[in-house]
C-alpha cells in the first residue's frame, strides 16, 4: 500500500512538472515567433539618407542645411552599418531585434575637414539609440531612451 501510495505520488509529481515546462516552452515560442515576426517586418536592410540629428529642441543636426551639396547616409547591411558624411566614412556591427537596435563601436576615418557637424552628432548619437519606429518603408526614427534624443533617416530612392 505504501509503495502504491509512493508511485501515485511521484506520478502527480512528475506531470506537474511536465504541465508547467510545457507552458514555459509554449510562452517561450510564442515570445520567439512574434519577436521574429515583428523583426521581419523591420526591413532597414538599404541605404538611408541621414534627415535630423536630435539632441533636443534647440541641439540638432540637419546635415541637408549644413552642407546642402552632400548625400550623407547610413547603408545597413544584413549586421553591419556605414556611415557616409561629406568628410568621413564609418563603419561597425549592430543588432535588430523586434524593435530594439544597438550599434556596436565603429571605425572612422579622420581626415580633417571644413564641416565636421553630422559626423561628430552621429558619433555622439549612435551609442544612445535603442528603439526603431519605421513609417511607409521610406522613414526611420531611431530613438534613445531619453525621448528628446532621436535619428530620422529617409529611405534613398537612388543609392550611390
Known amino acids: 500500500m505504501k509503495k502504491l501510495?509512493?508511485?501515485?505520488?511521484?506520478?502527480?509529481?512528475?506531470?506537474?512538472?511536465?504541465?508547467?515546462?510545457?507552458?514555459?516552452?509554449?510562452?517561450?515560442?510564442?515570445?520567439?515567433?512574434?519577436?521574429?515576426?515583428?523583426?521581419?517586418?523591420?526591413?532597414?536592410?538599404?541605404?538611408?539618407?541621414?534627415?535630423?540629428?536630435?539632441?533636443?529642441?534647440?541641439?540638432?543636426v540637419r546635415p541637408s542645411e549644413q552642407v546642402p551639396d552632400s548625400r550623407q547616409y547610413i547603408l545597413f547591411e544584413d549586421s553591419t552599418y556605414s556611415v557616409m558624411t561629406n568628410c568621413n566614412h564609418g563603419s561597425g556591427g549592430y543588432v535588430l531585434r523586434g524593435d530594439s537596435i544597438s550599434f556596436g563601436d565603429?571605425?572612422?576615418?579622420?581626415?580633417?575637414?571644413?564641416?565636421?557637424?553630422?559626423?561628430?552628432?552621429?558619433?555622439?548619437?549612435?551609442?544612445a539609440l535603442s528603439i526603431i519606429e519605421m513609417?511607409?518603408?521610406?522613414?526611420?526614427r531611431i530613438n534613445s531612451d531619453a525621448s528628446s534624443k532621436y535619428l530620422i533617416l529617409r529611405k534613398a530612392t537612388e543609392t550611390k
Open 135 to 140: 513609417e511607409n518603408d521610406s522613414i526611420i
Open 106 to 127: 565603429g571605425a572612422w576615418t579622420e581626415m580633417a575637414c571644413d564641416n565636421m557637424a553630422t559626423e561628430d552628432a552621429i558619433k555622439r548619437i549612435l551609442p
Open 5 to 60: 501510495f509512493g508511485i501515485a505520488l511521484l506520478a502527480f509529481a512528475l506531470a506537474s512538472c511536465g504541465g508547467k515546462g510545457s507552458q514555459a516552452d509554449d510562452s517561450l515560442k510564442d515570445k520567439s515567433v512574434a519577436e521574429a515576426e515583428q523583426s521581419a517586418d523591420l526591413n532597414i536592410i538599404g541605404q538611408w539618407y541621414i534627415e535630423n540629428i536630435v539632441f533636443s529642441d534647440t541641439d540638432y
